[in-house]
Every structure is written in C-alpha cells, then in structure tokens.
C-alpha cells in the first residue's frame, strides 16, 4: 500500500510540475539520464513567487533550498533550483562538517554572476564575539562571497543567549558589510524566544518549526503575530511534521489518499498549509535531488489554496498522530526532571534517524553529547515529564530508543 502511494505520489507531483509553473519541467533544458544537460534558457517561464521578509525590504522566495546534503556534488541542482526561482538558501558552518558552505562556494566561484541573485543564509554555533568572528570568516571564505545576506545565531534554546555583546557584534558586522541582517534559529522553546525576540528592536529574522501541527496552536499563533508586529522576518523549518515515531497509520494513509484524488501529495499539502499564513515569507526544505526539489517548487507555484475541509483534515491527523511529534516544548519537560537530559534535542535526533533517514547525522548530533548526560537517558524517572507533554508522549520508552539506537547499543566518551 505505501509503494502504491508512493508511486502514485511522483506520478502526481510530476503532472503538477509539468503544468503548474507553465511550462516548468521545460527549463530544466533537457536533464539527459546521467544527470547532465543541453544548454537551454537561464530563466523559467514560471518562477516560485517571492514574499517581503520582515521590515528589511527585501523580497525572498517561499520556498527556500535548505543546504543539509552533498551539495559538492549536486551543482547542477542549484542551478536548477535558481532557474525555477528558489533564490533563498540556507546552509550553517556545521553543515556536513563544512561540506555544505564549500559547495555552494563552488558554485558561486563558477558562477559568481549568481551572487546577486541568492538570498544567502548561513549560522553561527558560537555565541561569543570571538567565536562568530571567526566562523563568519571562515564561512565567507568557504562560501567564496564577501557578504551573507542574513547571518544566524544556530539553534538558541533562551533569549539569554543573545546578549548586548550579540547585538554590537551584529552591528559591527552590518556596518563593515559582512551581513546584511541578522537573528537566529530555534528549534526548542520557539515560541518563547520569539516572544522576547519581538520585544528586542535589532531582530531582523527568525527561523523555527512550523507546520500543520504547531500552527493552530495558541501560543505559536501569539508568538508570530508578535514578531509580524515587530517586522521580524520568518522562515519556517520542519514543516511536514514528522516525528520521532514512524508508521504507516491509517490516518496518514487516508490523508494521503485524499490530497492525491485532488492532484498532489500529502508532502505538497502540508507545504501548502504552512504557506496558507501570509505572514510565514519562507519555507525552508531540505531538496537534496530533483525529484523533491520539483515537487515543492511545482507545490509553491500552483496557486489552488487548500479549503477549509482540508485543513481540518490535516488538524485530525495531527490529533490522532499527536504522541507521534516532539513540539520542542523543552521547557515544560526538562524542568521537571530530577537530571539534565536535552528530552527535546535527543528527540530531534531520532527525528533525524528516523523520519529523514539520516542515521549519520543522528548519531554525530548524539556523539557531541557529555558522557554523563548519555548515561543518564536509560536511569532517569521520566514519569513526571510524561504527565506534563502536552501531546503525552512516551517520553521514556523514547529515550531508552536513542539511546540504543544513537549509540548504536554503547555509551562512547
């Protein structure tokens, strides 16, 4: 039944993609059978649309090429991804140990008349001055660019992580022409950093889950009102919803079901849902080959909205999946634990291993962990956390899981 969908699913996405850009699958000049191509026009008859990113005044593409894959030997993609108009892209100094910066690098040294072209993103693991000194640095130099059109803080947990020294770094840097804007990504505690984000006034983006799932929800629908408010730029991140348990339910199987009668995927939809919100400028996804990167630009160009029966029906998957999907609350269950365990980031880490496939990168994000926290997953009481997770989510059976999984059954120093 899954091939069946799945099958059904590319044979659907790629009858979008021939129609809904008018004349998209046309541009890609004509992809022979070992990836290369004839020479063919530069520019797509029809293009991803763009939507304003914050206060900056700039125009940014909805859909945004997310930079975690072999990006070194995958050049022919971005440039496929710029003629069908994905010109926002994301990367991190992390990134494949490096790897994903030194790609687009080659690109750029390529094709440096692109530059312009691209809305460049790329992050920061280091919080003091120094440190994101000299990782922009490097990032510039890998990157073969001498500006990043917004330059992330990667992965705060707390608004106390941006200190008055972070804003005078910024500053410094905007005033050399090093960045153009600045803020950060979150993946736990989202809507309480950008809560406090908007109280700030040298915010200028943010980037965080988002998805059919999180959208309905009061606190997340408060926590982007107020950065809107506050002209802060969003880019939305995680937004199919996937979670650290994987199967092939029933509900998911009839969700499928219904989005294909009606001409694409369940993955095109819940792009579509998260793009329902004017005030969301950027889809951040990770396209790694053509066939994905086609599917979400011919979901971003076909201009048929989602009804409100549609929604309603992603809305119940979410209810019968719930204790599927880690919401990053990391507040709400850490605190009440007796030992430190990161519950939210060790949940996205079997995310990473379980629903992308990307064992690898689980197992390094795991490996990075203080013995003593990875000691601790299989003896801590997570009783207390359980009754407090929002979603009731088997919070221990889980991460007895990573620890097997992750650790490959061992607990490394």
């Not at 992390?94 to 993103?121: D, T």
């Not at 991460?399 to 059954?409: H, I, V």
Request: with cysteine; net charge positive; charged share 25%.
């Amino acid at each position: 039944m899954k091939e069946e969908m799945k099958q059904a699913g590319r044979r659907h996405f790629l009858k979008i993609a021939a129609t809904a850009g008018a004349g998209l699958l046309l541009s890609t000049g004509g992809l022979t059978g070992d990836g290369t191509r004839a020479d063919a026009a530069e520019t797509a008859v029809g293009t991803v649309p763009t939507r304003p990113f914050g206060r900056s005044g700039v125009r940014v593409s909805i859909l945004s090429l997310g930079g975690m894959f072999d990006i070194p030997s995958n050049q022919l993609l971005l440039k496929q991804a710029l003629r069908w108009g994905v010109t926002y892209w994301d990367t991190a100094d992390c990134y494949g140990g490096g790897r994903s910066e030194k790609g687009i690098g080659k690109f750029f040294k390529r094709y440096p008349e692109k530059r312009s072209q691209v809305f460049l993103v790329t992050k920061s693991d280091k919080r003091d001055p120094r440190g994101m000194t000299r990782l922009l640095e490097r990032s510039l130099e890998r990157l073969q660019t001498d500006y990043i059109d917004l330059y992330f803080l990667h992965g705060v947990r707390r608004i106390s992580e941006l200190t008055g020294a972070t804003r005078a770094w910024a500053e410094e840097a905007k005033r050399a022409g090093r960045i153009r804007l600045f803020g950060f990504s979150t993946h736990s505690n989202m809507e309480a950093c950008m809560l406090a984000a908007a109280r700030l006034d040298w915010i200028d983006g943010i980037m965080m889950k988002y998805n059919y799932r999180l959208m309905h929800e009061p606190r997340m629908k408060a926590a982007v009102q107020a950065c809107v408010a506050a002209g802060i730029g969003l880019t939305a991140m995680k937004t199919q919803g996937g979670g650290v348990v994987t199967a092939a339910t029933e509900s998911e199987l009839r969700v499928a079901g219904h989005f294909l009668k009606k001409g694409y995927t369940g993955s095109q939809a819940k792009l579509k849902a998260v793009w329902k919100n004017p005030h969301i400028a950027s889809i951040c996804s990770q396209m790694p080959n053509m066939d994905i990167l086609m599917a979400n630009t011919a979901a971003a160009m076909n201009t048929t909205a989602l009804s409100a029966a549609d929604m309603n029906l992603l809305r119940r998957l979410d209810r019968e999946t719930a204790s599927t999907y880690c919401a990053g609350c990391a507040d709400i269950c850490e605190a009440c634990l007796a030992a430190a365990v990161p519950v939210a980031d060790i949940m996205r880490y079997l995310m990473y291993r379980r629903n992308y496939g990307d064992a690898q990168r689980a197992a390094a994000h795991f490996a990075r962990l203080p013995r003593k926290v990875r000691r601790r997953l299989t003896t801590t009481d997570y009783r207390p956390a359980e009754k407090r997770c929002p979603r009731r989510m088997p919070i221990g059976r889980l991460m007895a899981e990573a620890a097997r999984e992750l650790g490959d059954g061992r607990i490394r120093s």
